[in-house]
């Protein structure tokens, strides 16, 4: 009896999903809990397995949007498994010959030579296949697919081949054939590629912003000076004790879960016609990727020692990289932070992750002359950042926004303040 294959919940806010690669042949047999198709969401892309064992029958084509709960084929379990194959035993004349030891007197270099140069020739005219997922982590981690030994059907190279593969540091090619060239050289050429789901979802909440709150944005400045000089004196003794690094990221994290107790309405949403408090803190951090913008989410970030922020902020980043996360990682944030000074960027305003109230942007570190708090009057250079924070004014008050930005300077150029609690 047929067993179909239904596209499953993926999570409470995903309605449709795009049916990615099939990484199985419309009548390949497969097995329980193998993969067979990619399914991208506006969140996630995650390879879909197989309920059971059997025949495989194909009925949606790749690229087709789909409701959860939609059927995209079916396995027939009753259908008989193929027999495997397996290599003859040596038997004609020509192979026994090649088998049994050549004598002294037979030169087989030659022979080796042509061989080895005759297995190089079909490696090379054998084309490289490769799921799509599998292809976007071997360009986030710089690997070259003609290395890696696919453990797929047919030789095809699954996302896990490509985790577990070593990273290069020489440039990728691309291994599709149909790829063209960037005219770069007075070329007038127009290409158009489909919107990804996560792009088509980013695309929206940001108009979604824009549109459905009354975002303003205030500025302020820190002195690094005091983070940089703690960090540069304990980062060695913390990453021995912790085994991770110590960034300003952690630094923020916590100047911004004391600013929210200060200012709690930075921490609330809007629900109707009611504020919706939250007496924890869970910290998005947005996170830039080749699919696009994640912003995964810190949970209880206001618990959270430096160490275990650090922790994971590098966990999260890395599987927003390697395209590991799942809903329940980038869903229920209170508040953001998103640090465009790792780009470069000087001052910028962002843009709210909605239903938030709050984002805080971090910048470059840049030094600029500035009146020295010892010596008035003294004109030094010091490291400055500029810090903005966009919030929703139908819940914040500008009074409020620009305590709460003093706080997080406070903190920052007195971090000694974060450990004691003020």
Same mark, same amino acid.
């Given at each position: 009896?047929?067993?179909?294959?239904?596209?499953?919940?993926?999570?409470?806010?995903?309605?449709?999903?795009? /049916?990615?690669?099939?990484?199985?042949?419309?009548?390949?047999?497969?097995?329980?809990?193998?993969?067979?198709?990619?399914?991208?969401?506006?969140?996630?892309?995650? *390879?879909?397995?197989? #309920?059971?064992?059997? =025949?495989?029958?194909?009925?949606?084509?790749?690229?087709?949007?789909?409701? %959860?709960?939609?059927? %995209?084929?079916?396995?027939?379990?009753?259908?008989?498994? #193929?027999?495997?194959? !397996?290599? @003859?035993?040596?038997?004609?004349?020509?192979?026994?010959?090649?088998?049994? #030891?050549?004598?002294?007197?037979?030169?087989?270099?030659?022979?080796?030579?042509?061989?080895?140069? =005759?297995?190089? +020739?079909?490696?090379?005219?054998?084309?490289?296949?490769?799921?799509?997922?599998?292809?976007?982590?071997?360009?986030?981690?710089?690997?070259? /697919?003609?290395?890696?030994?696919?453990?797929?059907?047919?030789?095809?190279?699954?996302?896990?081949?490509?985790?577990?593969?070593?990273?290069?540091?020489?440039?990728?090619?691309?291994?599709?054939?149909?790829?063209?060239?960037? @005219?770069?050289?007075?070329?007038?050429?127009?290409?158009?590629?489909?919107?990804?789901?996560?792009?088509?979802? %980013?695309?929206?909440? /940001?108009?979604? =912003?824009?549109?459905?709150?009354?975002?303003?944005?205030? $500025?302020?400045?820190?002195?690094?000076?005091?983070?940089?000089?703690?960090?540069?004196?304990?980062? !060695?003794?913390?990453?021995?004790?912790?085994?991770?690094?110590?960034? $300003?990221?952690?630094?923020?994290?916590?100047?911004?879960?004391?600013?929210?107790?200060?200012?709690?309405?930075?921490?609330?949403?809007?629900?109707?016609?009611?504020?919706?408090?939250?007496?924890?803190?869970?910290? +998005?951090?947005?996170?830039?990727?080749?699919?696009?913008?994640?912003?995964?989410?810190?949970?209880?970030?206001?618990?959270?020692?430096?160490?275990?922020? *650090?922790?994971?902020?590098?966990?999260?980043?890395?599987?927003?990289?390697?395209?590991? /996360?799942?809903?329940?990682?980038?869903?229920?944030?209170?508040?953001?932070?998103?640090?465009?000074?790792?780009?470069?960027?000087?001052?910028?305003?962002?843009?709210?992750?909605?239903?938030?109230?709050?984002?805080?942007?971090?910048?470059?570190?840049?030094?600029?002359?500035?009146?020295? #708090?010892?010596?008035?009057?003294?004109?030094?250079?010091?490291?400055?950042?500029?810090?903005?924070?966009?919030?929703?004014?139908?819940?914040?008050?500008?009074? *409020?926004?620009?305590?709460?930005?003093?706080?997080?300077?406070?903190?920052? *150029?007195?971090?000694?303040?974060?450990?004691?609690?003020?």
């Amino acid at each position: 009896m047929p067993v179909e294959i239904v596209i499953p919940s993926l999570g409470e806010s995903i309605t449709e999903i795009r /049916l990615g690669q099939w990484l199985k042949q419309d009548g390949d047999w497969v097995n329980q809990d193998e993969s067979l198709v990619e399914v991208e969401s506006d969140k996630v892309t995650q *390879e879909l397995p197989a #309920p059971t064992s059997g =025949a495989l029958k194909i009925t949606e084509i790749e690229g087709a949007d789909l409701p %959860i709960g939609a059927t %995209i084929g079916s396995i027939d379990t009753e259908a008989t498994k #193929p027999a495997t194959s !397996e290599p @003859a035993a040596p038997s004609t004349p020509e192979v026994s010959a090649v088998s049994e #030891p050549a004598p002294a007197a037979t030169p087989i270099a030659p022979q080796a030579t042509r061989v080895e140069i =005759a297995t190089e +020739s079909a490696a090379a005219s054998t084309p490289v296949r490769a799921t799509s997922m599998a292809k976007k982590i071997a360009e986030d981690r710089g690997v070259p /697919l003609t290395g890696i030994h696919g453990s797929g059907t047919q030789g095809r190279i699954m996302k896990a081949d490509v985790l577990s593969a070593p990273a290069s540091g020489s440039s990728i090619q691309s291994t599709d054939p149909n790829a063209q060239p960037l @005219a770069i050289d007075g070329g007038r050429g127009v290409r158009r590629k489909r919107m990804s789901k996560l792009r088509m979802r %980013i695309a929206e909440r /940001l108009v979604a =912003a824009q549109h459905n709150a009354a975002m303003l944005t205030t $500025f302020n400045e820190a002195d690094m000076s005091a983070v940089i000089a703690m960090r540069s004196l304990h980062k !060695e003794e913390f990453n021995d004790q912790h085994g991770v690094k110590l960034g $300003f990221m952690s630094f923020f994290a916590r100047a911004c879960v004391s600013a929210l107790k200060q200012v709690p309405a930075i921490n609330a949403f809007i629900d109707g016609d009611e504020l919706e408090f939250h007496d924890y803190v869970d910290l +998005s951090v947005a996170v830039g990727t080749d699919r696009g913008l994640v912003v995964p989410v810190i949970r209880d970030a206001n618990r959270k020692s430096f160490a275990q922020i *650090e922790g994971d902020i590098a966990s999260l980043a890395d599987r927003a990289r390697k395209g590991q /996360l799942s809903v329940e990682d980038m869903t229920g944030g209170t508040f953001t932070i998103s640090n465009g000074g790792v780009y470069g960027s000087m001052m910028s305003t962002p843009i709210l992750n909605p239903p938030q109230s709050g984002i805080l942007g971090l910048h470059r570190i840049q030094k600029r002359p500035m009146e020295d #708090p010892d010596n008035p009057g003294q004109i030094v250079l010091r490291p400055m950042m500029y810090l903005a924070l966009s919030y929703d004014h139908r819940v914040v008050d500008g009074s *409020e926004a620009v305590s709460f930005l003093v706080h997080v300077k406070n903190c920052i *150029e007195d971090p000694e303040r974060l450990l004691l609690g003020l």
